[in-house]
C-alpha cells in the first residue's frame, strides 16, 4: 500500500522537479543575458589586445598598441569605443581591414597571394628533406659497416686508448 | 676647403679601385706578377684614402659646418662630440662611406693575407673585393655623396650640389636638424660599426671562394682562411645584432627586444647563412664533405650581405629601424643579380672539380647532424627571406603592399628553433663517420632524464604553458648536454693528468679553444633562448591611467604612481619624467623614473622606460601619457618579462665565447685545416 502510494506520487514530484530545473536554467540564461547586455568597462588593456593585432596604417610595422602618433591614438579611441558598443574582436578587426586593407593585420590572410606566404615553410622543409634524404642515401657506408667478432688484442686497445687521449686533448673544432 | 680635398680623395679612391680591378684582369690575362702586385697594392691604399675622407666628413661634423647638407642633415650645435662622430653613420651617405671604409680596411688585411699565403689567390681575391668596393665608391661618389652643399637661387629654389649650379649661392643655415632622436643612445656608437664590421668581413671567405673557384683548386686552402674571417664577421654581426635587439628595447618601448621588423630581418638574414657556413665548414675540413654546399653558403652570405644593406638603404621597406629614403635601390638590385648571376656560374663551372672526397657513413654521425643543422639554418632563411619579400612581391602584383608581422614569424621559425636547440645539443656527443643510435642514446640517456625536472618546475610554477614546458625542456637538455660532455672531459683529464677540478677545467678549455669555445658559444644561446622564451611566452602586461597615489598590480608588483615633473633639457629635448614606487609584498623595491622625451624639431617622441631588474625578471615601466595641464593623471604601461636579462648575459658569453674560439686573446695560431 505505501508502495503503492508512493509510486503514485512519483509522477508529481518529477513534473516538480523538471520544472524547477527548466525555470531555474530559464533564470540563468536570462541572467546571462542580462549581463551580455550590461555594457562594461572597457579598460585599456582590452584596447591593446586588438591594438596589438594590427598594424598602423601610417607608420609601417609598428602595432597600434605601441604606436605613439595621434592618429594611432585615434584608432585606439575608436577600438575603445567599438568594444563599448559590444563589438567582438574579429568584427573590429574585419572593420579595421575593411577601411585600410589587409596591410593592417600582421598575418595576411590565406586567400590568393597569401597562401604562398603559408606555402613557404611546410615547402621549404620538403624540399630540404628530399635534398638531405639524397645526400644521406648516397652513402655506401651503411652496407660497408661490418663488425667485427673477433677479440681484439689488449695491446691495440691500448694503443687506441692512448690515441684516444690525444685525440681528445688536439684541437679540433666542435 | 677640407671638404673639398676630401671630395677629391674620395674621387681618388674610386679611381684607384677601379686600376686595381683593371690591374688584377690584365695581371692574370698576362701572368705578370708584376701587375697583380700593382693591383694589391692599390687594393692597400684605398684604407689609409678612406681613412682620410672619413675623418674629413667627422671634422665637418665637429665643426659644425651645416653649410653641408648632411653635416646639416645630421647634427646640431647642441649635440655632444660623441654623437656628432657617430652622426657620421647616422645617415644615408655618411653610413655608406663609412662601410667603404671598413670594406677597404678588410680588404687591405685580406690581399695581403692572399699574396703571402696564396699567391695564386691574390688577383681574384684582390679583383672581388675591389667590384664590390668599387660599386659602393660609385654610389658614395657620384649618387650620395656626403660632401654635397646646400645651394639656392633668387627664387627659392634649393639644391644639393657638389658644385655650385648656375646662379645659385651657398647656404650657410646657422644649426642643423640634428641626428635622428631615435639614434641617441649610447648603443649606437657601437651598434652600426659592429653590424658593418660583421657584414665587411663575410665579403672575404666570399672572395676567397671566387678565388678558389676561379683558380681551379678543389683543397681546402680557401677555407683555411676564410675561417678566421667567417668566425670574426659572424661574431660582429652577433654584436651588432644584440646591440641593435638592447637599443629597441631601451628606446621603442615595446617591453621586448625584437620585433620581427624587416629590417631587421634583412640583418638576420646574413647571420642565418653565416652560422651555417662557419658550422658547415667543419665538414668540409674534418671530412671532405660539403664542398659545394660551403661555396653555396659563402655566396648566399654575400648577396644577403648586400641584400640587407640594399633593403635598409634603398627605402623599400618601412621600418622603425630604416633611417634613410634613397633611390639607390635599382643600382643594389642589378648588382646583386649579377654578382649572384657570375658567382653561380663560376660554381657550375667548377661543379665536377668540387666532388665531395669523403661519404656519410650513419645518420647518426656528427656529418649528418652538421646537415640537419644546415637544414634548419636554410629553412630559417627562407622562411625569413619570404617574409622580408612578400610586402614588396604583394605590391607588385597585387598593388597592396602586405605585412608580415611578429606572429607570423613566431608562428613559422619557433619549431624550428627549437629543433636546432635540440641539434646544438646533441651534436657534439656525435662522432665522426660511423655511428648508431645506440651510442648516441647512451650519451643522451641521463641528461634527458635530468632535463625532465625543468618542465616539471614550470608546470609546478606557471601551470600548463605547453609551448612554454617544451621550449624550458628543450633548453634544460641542450645546457645538460653541453655541460655534460664539458664535465666528461674534465673528469677524464682529472683522473688521467691527476690535476685539481680548476686545473684540469682551465687546461680542457686551454687545449682546445675551438671546441670550448663553440661550447660556451651554445651555452650563450642556450641563456638567449632562456630570455626569449620568458618574453615571448611568459610576459604579462597591463595598461591603466593613475591618479596620483593610486597603484596597479601585475604578477605581484605594485607600482604607485607618485609624481610627475616636466623640463626642458639643455639639448632641447621637452622632458616629461613621472616617479613611481614599485614594491612587492608591501616592501619598496625600487623607485623608476620612466620618461619621454620630445624632440619638437622632428616632432618625436622617445620612450625611456624605467626597469627594475635582476636575473629572474624585468618590471618594464612605459609613461604612455599625462594630463598636460594638471599631470594628475597619468597612463602607464607596465610589462613584467621573466628571465629576460638572460638573453644579454647570453649574449656576452656567446661572443666571449666566439673570441675564445677565434684564439681572442692571447690564442695560439689557429691550425691549417
Known sequence: ?174 | MAADLGFGVLIITFIVSIYSIGAAVAGTRMRSPALIDSARLAARVTFPLLTFVNLVLIYLLVTGRFEFAYVYQVSDVSMPLYLKITALWGGQSGSLLFWSWMLSGAAALAVNQAWKSETQFTPWVTLTVMITLAFFLLIVTFVENPFARIWATLDGKVFESMLRPAGAFLIYPPDGVGLNPLLRHPGMLVHPPMLYAGFAGFVIPFSFAVASLASGRSDNAWLRISRPWALGAWTFLTIGLVLGSRWAYDVLGWGGYWGWDPVEVAALIPWLTGTAFVHSLIVQSKRQLFKRWNIVLVILTFCMVIFGIFLTRSGVLDSVHAFSLSSIGPMFFVFISLVFIASLSLLLWRWKLLASEGRMESLFSRESAFLFNNLFFMLLFLICLAGVLFPLLSELLTGTKMTVGAAWYKRTTGPVFGGLLLLMGVVPLTAWGSSSAGKLGKRIWLPALVSLLAPALAILRSGLNWSGITALWLITLAALLTLFDIANAVVHRMKLQKESFPAALGRVFMKNRHRYGGYLVHLGVVMIALGVVGVELYQTQTQQTLAKGETLQLDGFTVAYKDLFQYQASDGRAVTQAVIDVSRNDRLLATLSPRSDYYSLYQQSVTVPGRLSNLAEDLYVVLVDWQPTTTDAATFHVYHNPLVNWFWIGAIVMVTGAFFAIGFPGGRKVKNI
Open chain 1, 1 to 174: 500500500m505505501n508502495l503503492h502510494m508512493a509510486s503514485s506520487k512519483v509522477p508529481n514530484l518529477r513534473w516538480f522537479f523538471s520544472a524547477f530545473v527548466m525555470g531555474l536554467t530559464a533564470i540563468l540564461v536570462l541572467a546571462a543575458r542580462v549581463q551580455a547586455q550590461t555594457p562594461q568597462a572597457v579598460t585599456d588593456d582590452d584596447v591593446n589586445r586588438i591594438a596589438s593585432q594590427l598594424y598602423c596604417p601610417v607608420c609601417e610595422n609598428v602595432t597600434l598598441d605601441v604606436c605613439p602618433t595621434t592618429a594611432c591614438d585615434r584608432w585606439r579611441t575608436a577600438i575603445r569605443a567599438k568594444l563599448e558598443a559590444g563589438w567582438s574582436d574579429q568584427a573590429i578587426e574585419d572593420y579595421f581591414v575593411e577601411q585600410y586593407g589587409a596591410r593592417v593585420i600582421g598575418t595576411p590572410p590565406r586567400i590568393g597571394l597569401g597562401w604562398l606566404l603559408y606555402a613557404v615553410a611546410p615547402a621549404s622543409a620538403i624540399g630540404l628533406g628530399v635534398a638531405a634524404y639524397f645526400v644521406l642515401r648516397r652513402k655506401p657506408g651503411n652496407q660497408a659497416v661490418t663488425r667485427n667478432s673477433a677479440p681484439v688484442p689488449t695491446a691495440e686497445i691500448k694503443n687506441w686508448r692512448e690515441k684516444l687521449d690525444r685525440d681528445i686533448h688536439k684541437d679540433e673544432p666542435v
